[in-house]
T-cell receptor, first 116, second 115 residues
Framework: DTGVSQNPRHKITKRGQNVTFRCDPISEHNRLYWYRQTLGQGPEFLTYFQNEAQLEKSRLLSDRFSAERPKGSFSTLEIQRTEQGDSAMYLC????FGLGGDYGYTFGSGTRLTVV | GENVEQHPSTLSVQEGDSAVIKCTYSDSASNYFPWYKQELGKRPQLIIDIRSNVGEKKDQRIAVTLNKTAKHFSLHITETQPEDSAVYFCAAQTSDQTGANNLFFGTGTRLTVIP
């Protein structure tokens, strides 16, 4: 297990197209998070899962965004009808949540989305 | 929700000098405070973290201090080296047995170490 893996690394799409990103977390981690990062800003929370359950969604996550983690392992983030404002780095992170709290928050390398 | 503010936004220091980055948070229930280093085009990487049951933690040239009363925490890097140049993010999280919230990040500090 080499850490959190995200695919693709880069995605260029035309406005109005749909895109889907994939995140493979660290295998023993039960929590998976999606963040969005624009240039010069810190990561902004989008949503997170514990196992297959989506526990929280940010107001940033409009109805064009949907995330799934069907088997509690990898997750996908889909953006429908992309807009230029969706251009950003999409980061995935995973962690192990247990009785002691949340540990081992590890980020993937991200998917850089450019909407033209 | 939690609001994390980070200062300064940019910081330049001479090699060998110390660098200090400060963050404040708003949610008194937050009890986990990690710091991340992000180099250009790379993922944020955890460099040090502190939990609310301690006031200070040190790892070689890096230290973090936490003042829960004032709701602020700081990152201290001593004997800076050019490879310390990066963007540093602080974050705050409420983490307990009933369910952890996500991390709220500061806006980042771009540290430049001048050789």
């Amino acid at each position: 297990d080499t850490g959190v893996s995200q695919n693709p690394r880069h995605k260029i799409t035309k406005r109005g197209q749909n895109v889907t990103f994939r995140c493979d977390p660290i295998s023993e981690h039960n929590r998976l998070y999606w963040y969005r990062q624009t240039l010069g800003q810190g990561p902004e929370f989008l949503t997170y899962f514990q196992n297959e359950a989506q526990l929280e969604k940010s107001r940033l996550l409009s109805d064009r965004f949907s995330a799934e983690r069907p088997k509690g392992s990898f997750s996908t983030l889909e953006i429908q009808r992309t807009e230029q404002g969706d251009s950003a780095m999409y980061l995935c992170a995973s962690s192990l949540f247990g009785l002691g709290g949340d540990y081992g928050y590890t980020f993937g390398s991200g998917t850089r989305l450019t909407v033209v | 929700g939690e609001n994390v503010e980070q200062h300064p936004s940019t910081l330049s220091v001479q090699e060998g000098d110390s660098a200090v980055i400060k963050c404040t948070y708003s949610d008194s229930a937050s009890n986990y405070f990690p710091w991340y280093k992000q180099e250009l085009g790379k993922r944020p990487q955890l460099i040090i973290d502190i939990r609310s049951n301690v006031g200070e933690k040190k790892d070689q040239r890096i230290a973090v201090t936490l003042n829960k009363t004032a709701k602020h925490f700081s990152l201290h890097i001593t004997e800076t080296q050019p490879e310390d140049s990066a963007v540093y993010f602080c974050a705050a999280q409420t983490s307990d047995q009933t369910g952890a919230n996500n991390l709220f990040f500061g806006t980042g500090t771009r540290l430049t170490v001048i050789p």
